[in-house]
């Protein structure tokens, strides 16, 4: 579990279902719930918790840290990590906790967290609750990009590239600080709830960060990949549709591009159909209405239901209700059932750089979706950079 450091480290994963691993609880995002914890490590060893320090006091060779969640959060966003580790702050309310070797890399990659926070905390327009918002930088053993923990963001190494280019990945696990972490899916096979929720808010984030040229080519991206893993689950399987059947099934052979990418379109489409200022209170005021709450598909069909209503009246409410279509967007399994269309200057440009590097590199040993997944990476990256260097550098 080692990056650059001379002494061993450890990390918790508890998403989706194995906090019961950790602690004798009710494993389950239905249920939320405060903790404490007592974490005793050798020096010069340092723990992180989803938590905040309370005290902190030496017995011998040991330290001993007191934590506290005071925050009702579900099991599994309870997190811990203990290294050779060291904080070091980007803003009022932002920190990069890594090795002590990392550290100056770590914390210019993400110097601009504390204006991240704000943009996402201005789309929302419900304040950041969490106090202090943190981002480990892990080994690279780590398996995922991110992990939304509260206070301690994991993240993966991958994503300290030296351009800012990753930012993206940083601005997800913020914007769960709301979508996830504050209004939760009540089970996973309500995932999209958490997940398309939270790749709506990142791209209006990086949108307000980067500039609009971005997002369209992010979207074709990102839409590639939904129609890679809709391939691979089967257009008419239940895993590729919103609500997936899960019952007595490991929610991890669940997850997949598809609640992000899916839940995403679905929310574009109804942003789409009553304009962006009308879309924007409409998620405001889910956010605000459900805070501290676990909610289900039906909780949101409902909420949009009134508020559509509110701004329209019943009978025009009706046919846009008609029009949103929730019933074949959330259960046919399957690509989105409107057209999608991403429009951009970049695109096209892109589009040729990750053609002319795929000509200029043997792939031979590897297979087709390992190629595919190849060009996607690097007409994102390609754009990112391009507009960074045209908006000034981040």
């Known amino acids: 579990q080692r990056q650059m450091c001379i002494r061993d480290s450890l990390y918790s994963q508890c998403e989706p279902i194995y906090c019961r691993e950790i602690a004798p609880l009710q494993d389950t995002p239905a249920i939320k719930s405060t903790y404490t914890a007592v974490i005793r490590t ?18 011998e060779n040991y330290v001993v ?22 904080e070091r702050s980007t803003g009022p309310r932002t920190a990069v906790i890594t090795e002590p070797e990392m550290m100056d890399l770590c914390a210019k990659e993400l110097e601009d967290m504390e204006e991240m926070l704000t943009k996402v905390e201005e789309y929302v327009g419900y304040p950041y609750v969490w106090g202090e918002y943190k981002v480990v930088i892990l080994p690279p053993s780590f398996p ?4 939304e923990n509260p206070l301690v963001t994991f993240a993966s190494p991958s994503i300290i590239v030296g351009d800012k ?32 929720f939270t790749r709506f808010l990142e791209r209006k984030g990086v949108e307000a960060f980067v500039g609009s040229d971005y997002i369209p080519l992010d979207e074709a991206a990102g839409y590639k990949q939904l129609l890679q893993d809709i391939e691979t689950f089967g257009q008419n399987d239940s895993y590729s549709s919103l609500l997936p059947n899960i019952q ?20 574009k489409n109804i942003e789409s159909i009553v304009g962006d200022e009308n879309f924007q209170q409409i998620f405001r005021s889910w956010i605000k209405e459900n805070v501290y709450k676990s909610v289900t598909t039906d909780d949101f069909i409902k909420h949009t239901k009134t508020k559509v209503k509110e701004m329209y009246g019943r009978k025009e409410a009706k046919e846009i209700m008609k029009q949103i279509d929730f019933d074949t967007w959330l259960k046919i399994p399957g690509a989105p059932p409107v057209e999608i269309q991403f429009e951009s200057p970049f695109i096209d440009d892109a589009k040729q750089l990750a053609q002319d590097y795929i000509k200029s590199v043997s792939y031979t040993h590897l297979t087709l979706p ?9 007409v994102a990256v390609s754009l990112k950079k391009k507009i960074h260097a045209s908006n000034d550098p981040l």
């Open 144 to 147: 995922y990009g991110g992990m």
């Open 65 to 86: 840290t007191e934590f506290n969640m005071n925050i009702p959060i579900p099991s599994y966003l309870l997190a811990i990590v203990v290294g050779n580790l060291e």
């Open 370 to 378: 390992t190629i595919y997944s190849v060009q996607i990476s690097v």
């Open 165 to 196: 280019s990753q930012i993206s990945v940083a601005i997800h696990e913020m914007a769960h600080s709301w979508t996830g972490n504050l209004v939760t899916n009540q089970n996973w096979r309500h995932f999209w709830i958490n997940e398309g």
């Open 42 to 59: 050798p020096k010069p060893l340092k723990p992180f918790l989803s938590a905040k320090v309370v005290q902190s006091y030496e017995e």
């Open 248 to 267: 007595f099934k490991n929610p991890d052979g669940y997850f997949s591009i598809i609640p992000y990418e899916k839940g995403y379109h679905l929310l």
